[in-house]
């Protein structure tokens, strides 16, 4: 057993809302803490909400309001990872193993005050530290913290990956498992290419890629925090046995020359939005993130095309649930001198991850070869030193992906 607690290593283990669904699965996730409890370390475990709970409490405050305030949202969504913690501390203590559970706030998770939205801005893990030297279990809520009004704030969907990692790095733990309902990270996302295989390993570099083009096994900024604080991350299955995926820090020296496709990522939940016919001026950019930023407005690609000598068309790629209406439409068109906009609901982004591969022409021919034999007509491109991403058709998504995974994957 847990004897040596003083010099034990601390890790995290967050258990997403598909683990902890049932009361069965909640004693399944009692064994797993138990198996790791019992190699010595200390354990800190982070929950989601059970199951749909956070879907079926934001469909109450819908039922009553159409635009609920944010304030009383995050009041209401923070209950559902309340109820997970208390049940999983019940578990577990009737399992014979002593817990405790910790709201964001007693977890001493401070956040900014962008309520269902919030951004960590420190932990005071002292409680966390003195329950685990009294040899507990801490069972801390993921996806909510605190702000400085003391009001409860989550940290945006999905947001429990962030709250484990964050921890991770505040505990100073050996590492942080993220066990969920698939076991590991894919090379492609199996529902859509069914040859998609696990990857063993990834660097936090491709994870981060992945995740913000489109995989949706890990919330993207748990990437960031883990690559920014060195925290190893691994995603591994909560009810089946496997050693998962390692994401890993960025190898400093690389294999040499070697440059690996290790992911084709979808996301068809996007828009494009044109601002047409803008002045070709300095400043431009500028103003449109500037509306952007005030609204709060993710985006994930900006595209600019010379239409004309004095003219250019200005194309984003915007996440599908981000705020946005036609007044801002109108506002950016407006505060940009442009002519008109256009939103098309009907496209994908469909993108090529592997360090390095914008280095590699080849890569780049292979994949609009493979488009082009598909007869997918390509709309918007764009490439960094890690993706290759491409704004298609959403209904060609499916064929497009299997496509590339097979000719850049499947050959490796
Ligand atoms: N329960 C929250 C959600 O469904 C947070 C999470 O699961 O990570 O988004
Ligand atoms: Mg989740």
């Avoid at 309340?82 to 910790?102: D, H, K, P, R, T």
């Avoid at 733990?173 to 290419?193: F, N, S």
Wanted: aromatic share 2%.
């Amino acid at each position: 057993m847990n004897t040596d607690v003083a010099t034990a290593t601390i890790w995290v283990m967050k258990f997403g809302g598909t683990s902890v669904a049932t009361p069965d699965l909640m004693r399944n996730a009692v064994a797993r803490i138990q198996e790791r409890r019992n190699e010595g370390h200390r354990i800190v475990v982070v929950v989601s909400a059970m199951g749909d709970t956070t879907d079926r409490l934001l469909e109450l405050a819908r039922q009553l309001s159409a635009k609920p305030s944010r304030r009383e949202l995050d009041v209401l969504l923070s209950a559902g990872e309340q109820q997970s913690m208390a049940l999983l501390s019940i578990a577990l203590e009737e399992a014979g193993i002593a817990a405790i559970s910790f709201t964001g706030r007693q977890g001493g998770i401070r956040t900014d005050d962008r309520y269902s939205q919030a951004r960590i801005v420190s932990i005071d893990p002292s409680r966390i530290h003195s329950e685990l030297e009294r040899n507990r279990v801490v069972v801390v809520a993921g996806f909510q913290g605190e702000n400085e009004q003391q009001d409860v704030t989550t940290l945006g969907r999905g947001g429990s990956d962030t709250s484990a990692v964050a921890l991770a790095a505040a505990l100073d733990a050996k590492g942080c498992e993220i066990l969920t309902d698939v076991d590991g990270v894919y090379t492609a996302d199996p529902r859509v290419v069914p040859r998609a295989r696990r990857l063993e390993r990834l660097s936090s570099d491709e994870m981060l890629e992945m995740a913000t083009f489109g995989a949706r096994v890990l919330h993207g900024r748990s990437v960031e925090l883990a690559r920014r604080y060195n925290v190893p991350l691994v995603v591994a299955s909560s009810t089946r046995s496997g050693p998962g995926t390692r994401i890993e820090p960025p190898k400093e020296e690389p294999e040499m020359e070697q440059v690996v496709v290790r992911a084709i990522t979808d996301d068809p939940a996007v828009r494009k939005v044109s601002l047409l016919h803008v002045p070709d001026t300095p400043g431009v950019a500028a103003k449109v993130f500037q509306v952007l930023g005030e609204a709060q407005v993710p985006v994930r690609l900006i595209v600019q095309a010379q239409g004309s000598k004095k003219h250019n068309d200005i194309t984003l790629i915007l996440p599908s649930d981000a705020p946005l209406d036609e007044a801002l439409l109108q506002k950016m068109v407006d505060i940009v001198g442009g002519e008109s906009w256009l939103l098309d609901e009907n496209v994908a982004l469909l993108s090529v991850v592997g360090e390095g591969i914008a280095r590699e022409p080849g890569i780049a021919a292979k994949i609009f070869s493979v488009l082009a034999e598909e007869k997918v007509n390509i709309d918007v491109i764009s490439t960094s030193n890690l993706v290759i991403s491409c704004v298609v058709p959403e209904s060609c998504l499916v064929r497009a992906a299997a496509a590339l995974h097979a000719a850049l994957v499947e050959t490796e």
